[in-house]
């Protein structure tokens, strides 16, 4: 599986951002997907997940209102909508694949195909 994300950027406190990753060489429609942060000096943190066929969405709680996961599976695509981002919403956000089902909120080593990261930054 490869996985390529984009979108990420520099924008101002109550702004707004849309992530997208591109997934490719495996059965989409399998995937469970996820998107992950890590800011400096952090451990990288689960943002959200959505299971194979979009029935179970989870958010960390600090995002829940905020950001909004989707899947396209006839466009082999996952989104992260942000809005009303904040200073600590800062990191290097990251997409993740894994085959099977996320049945409660999973952390990053549950997750087997990773992406590059795209840097967010939000100015206060």
């Known amino acids: 599986v490869q996985l390529q994300a984009s979108g990420g950027g520099l924008v101002q406190a109550g702004g707004s951002l849309r992530l997208s990753c591109a997934a490719s060489?495996?059965?989409?429609?399998?995937?469970?997907m996820g998107w992950f942060r890590q800011a400096p000096g952090k451990e990288r943190e689960s943002v959200g997940t959505?299971?194979?066929?979009?029935?179970?969405?989870y958010y960390r709680d600090s995002v829940k209102g905020r950001f909004t996961i989707s899947r396209d599976d006839g466009e082999n695509m996952v989104y992260l909508q942000m809005n009303n981002l904040k200073p600590e919403d800062t990191a290097v956000y990251y997409c993740a694949a894994r085959l099977g089902d996320t049945p409660y909120f999973m952390g990053s080593n549950m997750f087997r195909w990773w992406g590059q990261g795209t840097q967010v930054t939000v100015s206060s």
């Open positions: 060489g495996y059965a989409f429609g399998r995937l469970s």
């Open positions: 959505i299971n194979w066929n979009g029935g179970r969405i």
